[in-house]
């Protein structure tokens, strides 16, 4: 009844349009007139008919291109997913759904920040604010949770629709790569920590052997100073000699340092933070004025277990240097200790010293923590400051790495393991 309406309908509207564009005398009355007239309706039935097969053909060839990227959508090696701008999925192929655990159905209208472990969820909005604002290339790599609760790592490309309301990504399992990478980096660490164990060990050796040659001239030397009348010529070359030999004493103090192992009863409890504004104190006497010294400690930053002399050794060697690469211009020299969670596996501290100097080049970040190697003019460093600093570092099992670039600044992190409650290191 409702489709016999609904023709009735429109054969009545379709009366009413050709009254409205054929007024009245307009139609034909000979018999010729006529024929004319039929013969072009029927010419006109005969071109819907054509364009009719044509459409009819066009869409099947849709449908079937239609089918051809749905398959290849769905089951596409790499996931796709569709966001609006809150980061709420809108759409997802079947990779995709797998790479987050989750069935494809029960995507749609949940965020994705909820498949990404906490610690990710800070570069995810980022990633997705970037692509929003058209940035190119935006892509990140964030930590994810597979459907058997395992740490994964899903590398997202991401790039804005034409009409800007929405943001399509393309997402990968990089996995397997990341662990290649990690234990990668995990053998060469061990075989760098053997190089320089055996390198310490060398070194040791042979520090040990000129302290013992080095004592008794500086003992000598300093009886000799005191015997000789200070008007005696032989009183300035005394004087030498035992400068000359305290430096080479001090010399072979830092070498034993690179090859000295602490003992359990050497190492005491030590306020990093306490110990860095003592630093920084000291540092305003002897840095020049155009260098703004900064100092931030956390509160409540506990403890670590180590020899006092040697992490001031440790601050005072990173500050130093940070001072020398902003002598010529001036800039920001800034000291931070504050908590760093697990970043060790255990309880940590992390200690920053950043400055706003010329910063340096790949190749030379690449040789920095070599014994022997400086920039500075000769006479003026031993080049074995930041090699006595990675030295000890190591010895507490603690990590330092360096980040910088030229005419940006550097900056030097050292993560050191804390002392639990108990008082003992984690």
């Not at 990710?120 to 949770?145: H, Q, W």
């Not at 030397?221 to 000789?228: D, F, H, N, S």
């Not at 940590?348 to 400086?374: H, K, Q």
């Not at 639990?420 to 984690?426: D, F, K, L, Q, V």
């Amino acid at each position: 009844m409702r489709r016999e309406e609904t023709a009735t309908s429109l054969r009545q509207r379709a009366v009413a349009r050709v009254n409205l564009k054929v007024p009245d005398g307009a139609l034909p009355t000979s018999l010729e007139d006529l024929r004319r007239l039929l013969h072009e309706l029927y010419v006109h039935q005969a071109e819907l008919e054509l364009q009719n097969e044509e459409l009819v053909q066009a869409r099947g060839e849709l449908e079937v291109a239609s089918e051809k990227y749905a398959d290849l959508y769905d089951f596409a090696p790499v996931g796709y997913l569709t966001l609006d701008r809150a980061g709420v999925i809108r759409a997802s192929n079947l990779r995709g759904a797998s790479l987050l655990g989750v069935t494809r159905s029960t995507l749609p209208g949940n965020r994705l920040e909820r498949f990404v472990r906490p610690e990710g969820r800070a570069t995810l909005a980022a990633f997705i604010e970037a692509v929003f604002l058209g940035e190119r290339p935006a892509s990140c790599e964030l930590p994810a949770l597979g459907a058997d609760d395992e740490r994964r790592y899903l590398r997202v490309e991401g790039s804005l629709s034409d009409q800007g309301g929405e943001c399509r990504l393309a997402v990968s399992d990089v996995t397997e790569q990341r662990r290649a990478t990690d234990e990668l980096a995990r053998v060469e660490g061990e075989v760098r920590h053997a190089q320089i164990e055996a390198i310490g060990l060398l070194v040791g050796g042979l520090a040990h052997d000129l302290n013992n040659i080095l004592t008794p001239i500086v003992a000598h030397a300093e009886l000799a100073v005191g015997e000789v009348e200070v008007s005696s010529p032989a009183h300035d070359d005394l004087l030498q000699i035992r400068t000359a030999a305290g430096r080479a004493a001090d010399l072979v103090q830092q070498l034993l340092v690179i090859g000295r192992r602490k003992k359990a009863g050497d190492l005491a409890p030590v306020d990093v933070g306490a110990l860095a504004k003592e630093t920084v104190t000291f540092l305003r006497a002897s840095v020049p004025s155009t260098i703004d010294l900064r100092v931030h400690v956390d509160p409540g930053c506990g403890l670590v277990l180590a020899d006092l002399s040697q992490i001031h050794q440790v601050l005072l060697n990173l500050c130093t240097n940070a001072a020398y690469a902003m002598s010529e211009r001036g800039g920001v020299l800034a000291v931070t200790v504050e908590q760093a969670g697990e970043a060790l596996g255990a309880p940590s501290l992390r200690l920053l010293v950043e400055d706003t100097g010329r910063g340096m080049s790949p190749a030379l970040l690449a040789r920095i923590f070599e014994p022997y190697f400086t920039t500075k003019p000769v006479g003026q460093g031993s080049g074995l400051g930041l090699a006595v600093v990675r030295g000890i570092v190591a010895e507490l099992r603690g990590e330092i790495t360096v980040r910088s670039k030229e005419g940006e600044g550097t900056t030097f992190e050292v993560l050191l393991p804390m002392m639990e409650a108990s008082g003992s290191s984690p």
